[in-house]
């Protein structure tokens, strides 16, 4: 497994953005996916990045409004979020599964292996 690390969370007003980062550890060829969890709420795929990064996948919510990236020389990826709205509060969680694929993508909770602690996201209305 690899161990992540997450950073970027905090306050903003709706329509403000936010940058989330998320630091992992080892080899790079991983799959690299954002979740997030809202109090009271099952956990909702965000965005994938193939560990190419040649592909991305966006969940309906968020598509047009965030960008998911990848930096390879500093094993990180990002989640750029924009035009935030206060349903995008929430926990967000970065994920990591090996693949021996470069343009594989996976977009289920279960199908990563590797979680990161979280980093809240607030949007004030």
């Known amino acids: 497994q690899v161990q992540l690390v997450e950073s970027g969370g905090g306050l903003v007003q709706a329509g403000g953005s936010l940058r989330l980062s998320c630091a992992a550890s080892?080899?790079?060829?991983?799959?690299m996916g954002w979740f997030r969890q809202a109090p009271g709420k099952e956990r909702e795929f965000v965005a994938a990045?193939?560990?190419?990064?040649?592909?991305?996948y966006y969940g309906d919510s968020v598509k047009g409004r965030f960008t998911i990236s990848r930096e390879h020389a500093k094993n990180t990826v990002y989640l750029q979020m924009n035009s935030l709205k206060p349903e995008d509060t929430a926990v967000y969680y970065c994920?990591?599964?090996?693949?021996?694929?470069?343009?594989?993508?996976?977009?289920?909770?279960?199908?990563?292996?590797?979680w990161g602690q979280g980093t809240q996201v607030t949007v004030s209305s």
């Open positions: 990045i193939s560990w190419s990064g040649s592909s991305t």
């Open positions: 080892g080899r790079f060829n991983y799959v």
């Open positions: 994920a990591a599964e090996h693949s021996y694929y470069s343009d594989s993508l996976y977009t289920r909770f279960e199908d990563f292996s590797s």
